[in-house]
């Protein structure tokens, strides 16, 4: 069993940065690829980014390439979601969550992945 919770959301302008931390405890992180998800209201919640084991692959959702990077400090249990140039667009709760793999891969399917945080909200006013 992993527990994440998740912190560093708030209120911030547009234009403006915020980092996201997901800690977790229960088990090491280094034997889980790691996500970060989001949800709008109204919407499904959708991919954002994704970490391998290692932390040498990555993936990102098109509408955060360039913006958004992930990373991951094994030794702390913690991933990260730093968020630049933020948009209007990116107001959401913002989950991550875990998916236990063998191999070093990323995963982006929501489905495969088998723990999630509380979540924690991002609004960005325009």
């Known amino acids: 069993q992993v527990q994440l919770v998740e912190s560093g959301g708030g209120l911030v302008q547009a234009g403006g940065s915020l980092r996201l931390s997901c800690a977790a405890s229960?088990?090491?992180?280094?034997?889980?690829?790691m996500g970060w998800f989001r949800q709008a209201p109204g919407k499904e919640r959708e991919f954002v980014a994704a970490?391998?084991?290692?932390?040498?692959?990555?993936s990102y959702a098109d509408s955060v390439k360039g913006r958004f990077t992930i990373s991951r400090d094994n030794a702390k249990n913690t991933v990260y979601l730093q968020m630049n140039s933020l948009k209007p667009e990116d107001t959401a709760v913002y989950y991550c969550?875990?998916?236990?793999?063998?191999?070093?891969?990323?995963?982006?399917?929501?489905?495969?992945?088998?723990?999630w945080g509380q979540g924690t909200q991002v609004t960005v006013s325009s």
């Open positions: 970490i391998s084991r290692s932390g040498g692959s990555t």
């Open positions: 229960g088990r090491t992180l280094s034997n889980y690829a």
């Open positions: 969550a875990a998916a236990r793999y063998l191999t070093d891969r990323v995963e982006v399917r929501r489905y495969k992945y088998d723990y």
